[in-house]
Structure formats: C-alpha cells, structure tokens
C-alpha cells in the first residue's frame, strides 16, 4: 500500500517562500512520475508541477512557471515543491501525487496515489 505525507504547508505573506515535502512509503518510487497539484476553495483540483522519474521531464503550470521548483531525492522517497514570490492565488490546498508511468503530465487522472494534502494560505 503506497502512502504519501505532505508537509511544509502554512501561512506566509505575499512575497515568501515555503518549500513543500511529500514522503512515500509502501513501495520504492524511483521509476514513477511524481507530481504536485492544488485545489483552491470552490475551484477544481489544477495541475502545478510534475517530474519524471529520473528528475527530468519537469513540467510546471504557466501560472507558477519561474516561481515553484520541483525535485525529487529518490534515496529519501521524497518529493519537494519550492515554491517563492508566493502570491495570494497561489493559496490552496497543495496535494501530492504518484504516477505508476514512468512519466507523466497534466491530468490528474494520469496519478494513481495521493496524500491527504498540506494546507498554504498567502496574505495579501
């Protein structure tokens, strides 16, 4: 059984920084695509970030391109969001996912595990 934890989440002011971790266990993950989605209160879940298993193939949102980074530690089972220049439409709850494919893009229904999501809330 393949669990995700997300952790990192919280209150900042407009401008910050926060860096976003999401820990698998139940299985080895070094060949999956892993990604990071959010969903803001009474909006649909979107796409922000993705990366392929090796690290590469990282594809971002346009609407945080510049600003997030994605990156993986395969040898911790971790994968991090850094996200600056937060700004108050980046408040959501942020939610972790694991593709069984190797690599993987947009759609959420390409992931077939997720955490219970870590709350990020910017202040204007």
């Known amino acids: 059984q393949v669990q995700l934890v997300e952790s990192g989440g919280g209150l900042v002011q407009a401008g910050g920084s926060l860096r976003l971790s999401c820990a698998a266990s139940?299985?080895?993950?070094?060949?999956?695509?892993m990604a990071w989605f959010r969903q803001a209160p009474g909006k649909d879940r979107e796409f922000v970030a993705t990366t392929g298993w090796g690290g590469g193939s990282t594809f971002y949102a346009d609407s945080v391109k510049g600003r997030f980074t994605i990156s993986r530690d395969n040898a911790k089972n971790t994968v991090y969001l850094r996200m600056n220049m937060l700004k108050p439409e980046d408040t959501a709850v942020y939610y972790c996912?694991?593709?069984?494919?190797?690599?993987?893009?947009?759609?959420?229904?390409?992931?077939?595990?997720w955490g219970r999501g870590t709350q990020v809330t910017v202040s204007s």
């Open positions: 996912a694991l593709s069984k494919r190797v690599v993987a893009g947009f759609g959420a229904y390409e992931y077939d595990y």
């Open positions: 139940g299985r080895t993950f070094s060949n999956n695509a």
